[in-house]
Nanobody, 126 residues
Framework: VQLQACGGGLVQAGGSLRLSCAAS????????MGWFRQAPGKEREFVGA????????KYADSVKGRFTISRDNAKTTVYLQMNSLKPEDTAVYYC????????????????????WGQGTLVTVSS
């Protein structure tokens, strides 16, 4: 399984970005997709995730109300719409895939995910 994330860049505070992550290769029939981020000198942290069904979504408290995760199963792609960006959102953003057969499950932990993308850098200037 390969995950290719894109869409990062430099944006001013208050601006928006949309990240995309496409899955390819021998994925399972169903899988949860998530986004994590890692700022310099900090541990990788959960941002948001969406179940295969698309019904269940979870977000970190720090991004709730500003970020929206969605997916297109036909395109095997997950999106992260980021609005009202803040300098503290600056980080490398990673997409991740959990090959679970539970179409409702959404995990928050790094250990829930078996596959990871290469990361895309988001920089928010003040």
């Amino acid at each position: 399984v390969q995950l290719q994330a894109c869409g990062g860049g430099l944006v001013q505070a208050g601006g928006s970005l949309r990240l995309s992550c496409a899955a390819s290769g021998r994925t399972s029939d169903t899988y949860t997709m998530g986004w994590f981020r890692q700022a310099p000198g900090k541990e990788r942290e959960f941002v948001g995730a969406i179940s295969w069904s698309g019904v269940n979504r979870k977000y970190a408290d720090s991004v709730k109300g500003r970020f929206t995760i969605s997916r297109d199963n036909a395109k095997t792609t997950v999106y992260l719409q980021m609005n009202s960006l803040k300098p503290e959102d600056t980080a490398v953003y990673y997409c991740a895939l959990d090959p679970t057969y539970d179409i409702w499950y959404v995990g928050r932990g790094r250990d829930d995910y078996d596959y990871w993308g290469q990361g895309t850098l988001v920089t928010v200037s003040s």
